[in-house]
């Protein structure tokens, strides 16, 4: 099935499906800020939110990163992984600007993060980066829910993203 994404109206498609609810979270491999390889696996037995987004030198990607950073990341065993495809220089910077320090970001620039996740968008001017959205996983690695922003320029459902880790 292929998922549309909109840019003010634009559609971009993108390539392959988000995981399913109870399936296995996919295996990923994301480069922190200091250039080192870190995976799903370091995270089992926290609960993971999986904050996707284009690029955090825009204003909604940045305004996910302080809201996570402010609310969701502080949440008993729970961890936020901001995703793009930025360098992780640009996450880096951005994080110290604005004393982001509840969340871990994660570059997927060397790795297939966006088509294993179904974000990766395939067509259009943004093309090669990844739609908006969030994966919620639990302590043992499975998915508890999936949040696609049809309308790339809007920010993620956090209530959606709270409510699933207060249950």
């Known amino acids: 099935m292929e998922t549309t994404v909109f840019l003010n109206g634009l559609p971009m498609h993108l390539v392959g499906d988000m995981p399913k609810v109870g399936t ?6 994301l480069v922190d800020k200091d250039l080192k390889d870190f995976n799903l696996e370091e995270y089992r037995g926290k609960r993971v939110v999986l904050n996707v987004f284009p690029s955090i030198d825009t204003p909604v990607c940045a305004a996910s990163v302080r809201r996570f950073n402010q609310d969701v990341a502080k949440l008993d065993n729970t961890v936020v992984i901001c995703v793009s495809e930025d360098l992780p220089f640009a996450a880096a910077n951005f994080c110290a600007a604005n004393d982001i320090e509840n969340v871990r970001t994660g570059s997927a620039f060397r790795s297939d993060f966006g088509k294993t996740y179904g974000m990766e968008i395939a067509d259009g001017p943004m093309r090669g980066l990844l ?3 969030v994966v919620v996983i639990d302590e043992n690695g499975k998915v ?20 699933l880790l207060k249950k």
């Open 24 to 29: 296995e979270a996919p295996y990923f491999v």
């Open 131 to 133: 739609a908006r959205g």
């Open 144 to 163: 508890i829910g999936t949040n696609l922003c049809e309308q790339i320029t809007t920010e993620p459902d956090y209530a959606f993203v709270e409510g």
